[in-house]
Structure formats: C-alpha cells, structure tokens
C-alpha cells in the first residue's frame, strides 16, 4: 500500500508559495494524481479537447516525486511530436523546481535535488530501444531514420527498376509507388509478413472462384485487387531488404523491429521496466498497432502505465493509428487481479472554448460518442467561460465565401488591414484546394497570411507559378502548365495569340495525331487552372513553342508574338539550368518572374518572402536526398494529394498573420479566432470517405482479417455465399460498410476543427463550387447552423438553386 505524504492539494500549495497563479487541481484532476485513488497500475484518461491534460500529467509526476514514490527520472512520458514532449517535459521540470523552492522554504526536505525528466516521441523512444538492441537482430540502425521524400525517392527508383517477368500491374507509375509505400507500411504496423499477404489473397481468390453464375465487374475488381497485391509482395520484400541492408530505416521500420526486439528479448523489457515504474502515454487514441505491440510487451501485465486521450479525436486510421486503441487499452495492458482503482477517468471541463463553441462541439461529437468502443462523456464549460461568438452562413460561391471570412475577421484584426488586435487567427480547410481563393480574399484586404505545410504551399500563387515552370522545363508534355505561364502576369497572352498558338501546334501535330484543342478552349474560356491539370493532349504546345519563329507572324498581334519569341529563347536558357541543383534552378526562375518585387510590393518587410523560403528549404531537403527535378516534380504531386497532410508536427502559432492549414494540421493548436469553409456534402465530410480502407477495392490496403485492429472493423464474410450475384451485393454492401466507418472520422475531425476556436467561430458553405452541380451544405453545417441560430448568428442565406441548375 502506497503511503500518501502530501496529497494533490498540499503540492499544489507548495506550487501556490512560489506562484500564486498557480490553480489546484479539480476534484477530477485530483482522483488522477492521487495515488490513493489512481495507483499504480494501468489507467486510461479520457480527456477531452482543451480540457488541461497536460497540466494533469505534470501534477501526476511531481505528486509522486513530492511522495518520494519515483525519482524525476524514474517516469517515462511518450507524445507524438517534439513540440508536445518539449511542452510536457518544459512543464513537468517547471513545477519540480518550483515545488523544490517551495517545499525548502517551508523548511522541508524534498526528497530529490535533480529535475531531469525522460520525456520524448514514441518514435524517439523505439530508435533508442533499436540502437541499442538492434544488433541482437543483426541490424545497423545507427542511422537517422529515412524521412517520407527520401523513403518515396528510393521506392520510385524501385518501381521504375523493377523488371520482374510476368509481373503486371494496372496502373500509372506513381499510383504504383504510392501502393507499394502504403502496402509495405500496413505490413509493417501489422507485423504481417509478405506471405500471409498472399496466403489471405489466394484464400480470398479461391472463395471468388467457387462461385456460380455469371461473371460480374463487382467480383472482378475484387479478385483484380487480390491479384495486384499479390503481384506487389516481391516489390515489397525488396524494398524492406533494401532500407535494412543499407541500415537506412524509416519511422514505421523502427517501430516494427522494436517491437519484434521486445517480444524476442524479455530482457529488454525487465530493463525498461526497472529503469521507469511509471509510465505517461499522451494522445493514446493516434497510437498504431505496431507502437501497442512495442509499449504493451514492454510494460504490459500491470505495470503503472496510464494512457491519455480522446476517441472523439482519433482523426488518423488512415495514416496508421490503429481504431479503437482506447477501447483496448485494457486488452493490452490488463490489470492484475488484486487491483484497487479506476479503470477509467474523465476530465471533462474544457479551459479553451467558450460556451456556443463547446455545444457546437458537443452536437457534432454526439453522434461518434455513442458509438465509440469506450464511454465519452459530452465536454464542459469551465466555470468563467464567455458565451463565445459564433456566426456561420452559406454564400452563393466561394468567392463570396471567401470575401465573407475577411469581412468577418476585419474589425476583430484591425481598420484597413493593419492588425491591432492580440489574438490569433486561422483558417481551416478540408481540401487543399480551398487554399488559393481564401488567401487571396485576405491579401485583396491587406491581411497578411501564411500557408502552412508543403501540400497546402503548392497552392500559393507565387509557388503554384514556381512549379508550373519547373514542369514545362523537366517534361515536354506540361502543355497545361506552359499555358499557367503564358497567361499569368509575366507574359500575359490575350485570347487572340492563345488561338493563334493553338492553331500552329495543331498544324504540327496533325502529323502526330495530338491535339491540343481542349486545352487552348479552356484557357479562352477564361478556366487557365483546368488546362493547368490538362496535360494528356499538350506535348506539341511545347515543341510548337520552340519553334515559334517559323510560325505566321500575321495570326498574331505584335506585342503576343514579340513575348512568344523572347520566352522561346528564355525557355532554351532556363532549360540549360534544368540539369543543376533544384535549389540554383528555383532561385533562377525566381528571378526570371521578378517574384522577389513581387511579393515585396504585395507584403512590406521579410513576410513577402516566407512561401518563398519555405519552397527552397523543402527542395533543398529533397535534393539532400538524392531526388532529381523529375522526382521532386512527382513528390510534389504526392503532397498536393494527399488531403490529410504529410506527417508533420504541430503548427506554432504566429499571431502576425492569418494561418492557413489543414484540419489535420491544426490538430494540438488553438487560435482565438478560426473560420472554416467548405462545410458542403463532398468538402466537409469529405468524398474522399468514398475511397475507404476497403481492401477489396484497393491494393495498397492489407486484407482486414490480417490486422491488429481487425475485431472493430467492417468484415466481410461470403461463406454462405455461392452466386457471383450475390457476391457482387455482398462486396457493395462491405463497401458500404467500410465508407460509413471512414465518415466517423470526417465527423471526428468536424469536431478538431471546432475545437481549435477558443471565442470566434465562423462557419461556412457556398451553393456554388467549381463544378456544374450546385453543392448541398453538409450535416455538419447544419449542426453548428442549429447552434448558432440559438447562441449566435446565422447570416443571410443566398437563395438555393433551382434543381437542376447550372453553374453560372
């Protein structure tokens, strides 16, 4: 029986005698730190958004150091980024000194002299475990893990190396990549070898091929996708060899192999045990099966390991966290049988959002609450919270909307633009499309703005210009980016030459059956970004730009054909560059758009330049790796696709600009103000939830039966199935399934993008998008409408479209 010395209250005093703005914890925070109420044994917090769980897992240290039950070192405290584990370990070493200050002049001994603390990432911790262990593998892992661009350099070169005969494949090469990097990863978190993978698919293809009647697509693609998948395994195997014979690891290689040295070396786990009796693990519910595996084999049966999180904020299944880790904590970390407390605590009051925010919150949580594998409860308002601002409303098109954010952050920023306000601002977005015409909006209004993280910085006009010309310098068939050039402000080519142009590539490609007819019509039609994606016909706009000087100078004006020919020789120039570092080559076309005056005209002092600089440290990490302009051009893609983001850590807020970001990457940061457009059927839920985990549909997934987590997934099940008819129904009805299960976690992330608000809150949808169909506000629109029709405002709605109109 642990003896308690000082209970939470008398070390918060001790706290107090040196700050007295240090609050006590609340009764529930108590029931956390105490010993007496949570010993030491396997615990799971459920904490909520804003709710001060960092604070509680600091007072839960230094309580049991004041108690002289662990030494400041004896802890072990896992997050997932650096910014969180500075964050706790900055924390926990600030209240150590001060509750040693205040318990000497109290005249009392503390106990400890030394706040050293081991606070770090569970990636950190797995590649310390790897480097000292590794060798019992007989695996070189000295080295720094392999970063996502050097891990997609390496399987590109694989790929487009690959020359095993009878291996067939449908697809472009970097689907192929981007399949062969996902495959390879979920074997990994899974620990699944390349032969369970095959076995699983010939069980499944055996089952397809015992069925009756007529053949049908829905089996079809399904034993398609097997058969791919099967045909990926070799490549798989050959690039898990390659990172390991090389020593070259990535994060998920550490954490795999970690985990197989924990589970073949029990010694490893007697040590790490001995050396911290008390274990911390923040944001449990974004932990991947592999990194359960690990932690569990180590401090597994009944060791002091307490798990925070929130299953109303587990937003990242799709990039590896495992589903329902909460609801299985005690699967994996069971307690002994003579245990005395808690298997569950709550921290339910939140210190961030104000009251409209947190029923906004609450309404959207309600519906994955009730279905989660752990019980949720609603959060609450602390007891000093303001009623919070929330507007919302939906606008004829984005344009309108976009201006409606300005307008809404105008007099909370400052007159004119010129912030005079000390709060923080953000926009959130689903897709990284939404990017280009919200910071416009702002710019227009002289709020100043930055876009965060390399995918969303693609869509930043400066950079979007950037790229375009790096495309049309490394590959002869970015027809579509030539014309972004030719049409934007450095050349700016009216409709008459664009015509012109057209006409002359076709009279030279006639011979070669191109045509570039599609894309000259959207660029007269006033739409230069579809024939910016318009890339399948262009080759010839390029080659007929070389040889502009044979053209007919009479079907052009004089000033169009004068720029034509002068980036026709420039074209040659910058071409000579193209073979150099990326980083000189950027710096060139930099100075070739007269970008710097640019930006500079546009922002006063060294902001104009941020896009830029960020653009060249990107491209200067890439070409350490070893990537080629071509490369880069395809990572860049990869990025700008991927919705939820590249694996980065938490955004440091400035409260100099308007941050713009994606909901996945605002998750652990909070502004005073935050819009967030795009709450329409498609954008927010997104669509992509119709492009689930379903592995029958998508080789780069392992077949569910297969994964840790595979108890709470959709599963499938054709055993008493003999017709392909009736398999068809069963496969659509599975899909069905596994698209329902991906929209829990577009709902969770409604309630991240919620939850970053601590007073304004503004809300948004637009009937009008960039396609020919009228878009439906979403459910999750309506939720926050319902709430701010009572708490707040709801702003004039434009008049829905008629069924069956067109985009105007």
Request: negative net charge.
């Amino acid at each position: 029986m642990i003896k308690e010395i000082y209970t939470p209250d008398d070390v918060a005093n001790f706290i107090k005698s040196v700050d007295p703005d240090f609050y006590s914890p609340s009764e529930p925070q108590s029931r956390i730190i105490s010993a007496l109420t949570n010993p030491l044994e396997p615990a799971v917090v459920i904490a909520g958004a804003g709710s001060g769980k960092t604070e509680t897992m600091a007072a839960r240290v230094v309580y049991l150091v004041a108690n002289q039950i662990i030494k400041p070192n004896e802890v072990l405290g896992l997050t997932f980024t650096r910014k969180a584990a500075g964050e706790l370990n900055v924390r926990i070493r600030k209240r150590l000194k001060q509750l040693h200050k205040g318990m000497k002049a109290a005249g009392l001994n503390p106990g400890f002299d030394h706040f050293d603390t081991s606070v770090t990432t569970y990636h950190s911790y797995a590649g310390r475990i790897l480097s000292e262990h590794a060798i019992r593998l007989g695996i070189d892992a000295d080295s720094q893990p392999m970063g996502e661009a050097a891990l997609w350099i390496l399987a590109n070169r694989i790929v487009q190396n690959w020359d095993a005969e009878g291996f067939a494949y449908e697809g472009a090469v970097n689907t192929v990549v981007s399949d062969l990097m996902g495959l390879t990863s979920q074997a990994l978190e899974h620990q699944v070898s390349g032969a369970a993978i095959i076995a699983e698919d010939e069980k499944f293809l055996e089952t397809l091929a015992r069925m009756d009647g007529k053949s049908n697509k829905g089996v079809r693609t399904a034993a398609r996708t097997s058969q791919q998948r099967i045909a990926l395994v070799a490549m798989m195997e050959h690039f898990l060899q390659e990172r390991r014979k090389s020593g070259q690891l990535s994060f998920d290689d550490q954490i795999s192999i970690a985990a197989t040295i924990a589970q073949k070396f029990p010694d490893v786990g007697l040590l790490e045990r001995t050396k911290y009796p008390v274990v911390l693990l923040d944001e449990y519910q974004d932990t991947s099966h592999s990194q359960v595996r690990l932690l569990s084999t180590l401090f597994g049966g009944g060791h002091a390991v307490t798990a925070v999180g929130d299953p109303c904020q587990s937003i990242y299944t799709w990039r590896g966290a495992a589903a329902g880790t909460i609801g299985a904590f005690n699967k994996y970390f069971p307690k002994a049988p003579d245990s005395q407390g808690a298997e569950q605590f709550n921290l339910l009051e939140t210190y961030r959002n104000d009251i409209a925010i947190l029923d906004v919150a609450n309404l959207i949580s309600d519906e994955v609450r009730q279905n989660d594998s752990i019980k949720v409860e609603p959060l609450t308002a602390r007891t000093n919270a303001g009623p919070g601002d929330l507007v919302c409303g939906i606008f004829e098109n984005l344009e309108a909307e976009a201006q409606a954010i300005v307008e809404y952050f105008l007099p909370l920023w400052g007159a004119e633009g010129v912030k005079t306000s000390k709060e923080s601002f953000a926009v959130l977005v689903r897709k990284k499309s939404q990017i280009p015409i919200i910071q416009t909006a702002l710019t227009a209004a002289g709020i100043r703005s930055e876009v965060l993280g390399l995918g969303g910085l693609i869509h930043v006009p400066e950079i979007a210009d950037l790229v375009a010309l790096l495309k049309v310098l490394a590959s002869p068939d970015a027809g579509g980016s030539l014309m972004r050039h030719l049409t934007g402000p450095r050349i700016n080519l009216g409709a008459r030459d664009i015509a012109a142009l057209g006409r002359f590539s076709s009279s030279r490609a006639r011979a070669e059956s191109t045509d570039n007819r599609s894309i000259v019509a959207n660029i007269i039609a006033g739409n230069p970004l579809a024939a910016d994606n318009d890339d399948q016909f262009s080759g010839s706009l390029i080659d007929a730009l070389d040889e502009i000087e044979s053209a007919e100078r009479g079907q052009f004006s004089a000033a169009g054909y004068s720029r034509l020919l002068q980036f026709s020789h420039e074209l040659r120039r910058l071409r000579t560059r193209a073979s150099g570092e990326i980083t000189d080559l950027i710096l060139e076309l930099e100075r070739y758009l007269h970008l710097d005056s640019e930006v500079a005209l546009r922002e006063e002092g060294i902001h104009g330049r941020r896009h830029l600089d960020r653009f060249l440290d990107e491209a200067s990490k890439f070409a350490r790796s070893g990537g080629s302009l071509i490369n880069f051009l395809n990572w860049l893609d990869v990025a700008s696709k991927q919705e939820g983001g590249l694996k980065a850590g938490a955004p440091e807020v400035d409260k100099s600009v308007v941050q713009i970001l994606t909901i996945h990457m605002a998750k652990g940061a909070e502004w005073d103000v935050v819009a967030i457009p795009g709450m329409t059927e498609g954008t927010f839920p997104s669509d992509g939830a119709r492009s689930p985990e379903n592995w029958t549909t998508n080789e780069r997934f392992i077949p569910f039966a297969l994964r840790g987590d595979c108890d709470v997934l959709p599963h499938l099940d054709l055993s008493q199935v003999s017709l392909n008819a009736r398999a068809t129904e069963a496969l659509k009805d599975y899909g069905e399934a596994c698209i329902e299960y991906r929209r829990g976690e577009e709902i969770r992330l409604g309630y991240v993008a919620v939850t970053r608000a601590k007073k304004h809150l503004f809300c948004s949808a637009s009937y009008w998008g960039t396609g020919v169909n009228p878009l439906e506000p979403s459910s999750l629109y309506r939720k926050v409408e319902e709430i701010a029709r009572a708490q707040g405002r709801v702003l004039d709605e434009s008049i829905r479209p008629e069924d069956g109109a067109r985009n105007p």
